[in-house]
């Protein structure tokens, strides 16, 4: 599907056909069938098969942000505010209605985890639970002494969570 605060397509693999809503963010440059493929998904298969979680597993863009060395961090940051608005209003705002709170639950692993701690406590409105596993929470390395505003934000966020 293209998504227009990306400005292109992304893939995402939905698990369930009813229940809570649950993003699940991929690991550190992963990609979105990789919580599928690690065995994440069977592990929850009985509460998916009961309707009572739907799971959603989005691409990352992470070589494209974080990761990318080859572009100044001005441009990581932009690219990874894209992504956490694509996340939120392409993916939460269309299934947070499936439940009664009208919000989702968030999941990661490794810098997934950052990826469901940072959208947690940056759209508290939209995230009922957050799970975090192993997350790197520092994200200094990732801008190279750059900072904005952008990036402020997120490790301000981050900082409380420890």
């Given at each position: 599907m293209a998504l227009p605060n990306l400005g292109r397509e992304i893939q995402m693999l939905v698990f369930g056909h009813a229940g809570y809503p649950i993003i699940l963010f991929p690991t550190s440059m992963g990609s979105f069938h990789e919580n599928r493929d690690q065995g994440l998904i069977a592990s929850a298969s009985w509460y998916i098969e009961q309707g009572l979680i739907q799971i959603f597993c989005p691409d990352s863009i992470d070589k494209d942000s974080f990761y990318n060395k080859k572009i100044h961090?001005?441009?990581?940051?932009?690219?990874?505010?894209?992504?956490d608005k694509m996340i939120c209003h392409e993916i939460v705002e269309r299934v947070k209605n499936n439940?009664?709170?009208?919000?989702?639950?968030?999941?990661?692993?490794?810098?997934?985890?950052?990826?469901?701690?940072?959208f947690a406590f940056r759209h508290p409105g939209y995230v009922s639970h957050m799970f975090s596993m192993?997350?790197?929470?520092?994200?200094?390395?990732?801008?190279?002494?750059?900072?904005?505003?952008?990036?402020?934000?997120?490790?301000?966020?981050?900082?409380?969570?420890?």
């Open positions: 961090p001005t441009h990581r940051i932009q690219n990874h505010v894209w992504y439940t009664y709170s009208g919000k989702v639950a968030v999941a990661g692993c490794s810098f997934g985890g950052y990826h469901a701690a940072n192993g997350g790197a929470f520092n994200i200094k390395s990732f801008m190279d002494g750059y900072h904005d505003d952008n990036v402020f934000i997120i490790a301000r966020k981050i900082i409380y969570t420890v």
